[in-house]
Nanobody
Framework: QVQLVDSGGGSVPPGGTLTLSCAATGTIPIKTMGWSRHAPGKQRELVAHITTDGKADYGDSVKGRFAISRDNARRTVYLQMNSLNPEDTAVYYC??????????????WGEGTQVTVSS
């Protein structure tokens, strides 16, 4: 079993910076880790994800502003968010792919952390 603890959200003015963290507890091997976000009245969207060897991908709306990274020893994924704007306001959810083999995997989700960008 894997449990995710995502944290680091808060309120910042436009142009500010926040860093989110998500730690995966348990012992099941983890693979791809990432972040999605959801705001009321909008569809959930991919923010970023990163593979075990460090290859990252980003949603179009955050490219050039956000940076995802991971620490495999700590089983933790980070999301550094720069140049935040009000459109980034949402609940950010950590998600992790885990499993003991390529044929036995599952997707785990954190409870979410609120990010609010306002002046």
């Amino acid at each position: 079993q894997v449990q995710l603890v995502d944290s680091g959200g808060g309120s910042v003015p436009p142009g500010g910076t926040l860093t989110l963290s998500c730690a995966a507890t348990g012992t099941i091997p983890i693979k791809t880790m990432g972040w999605s976000r959801h705001a009321p009245g909008k569809q959930r969207e991919l923010v970023a994800h990163i593979t075990t060897d460090g290859k990252a991908d980003y949603g179009d709306s955050v490219k050039g502003r956000f940076a995802i990274s991971r620490d495999n020893a700590r089983r933790t994924v980070y999301l550094q968010m720069n140049s935040l704007n009000p459109e980034d306001t949402a609940v950010y959810y950590c998600n992790v792919v885990g499993g003991t083999s390529e044929l036995a995997i599952a997707v785990y989700w954190g409870e979410g952390t609120q990010v609010t960008v306002s002046s």
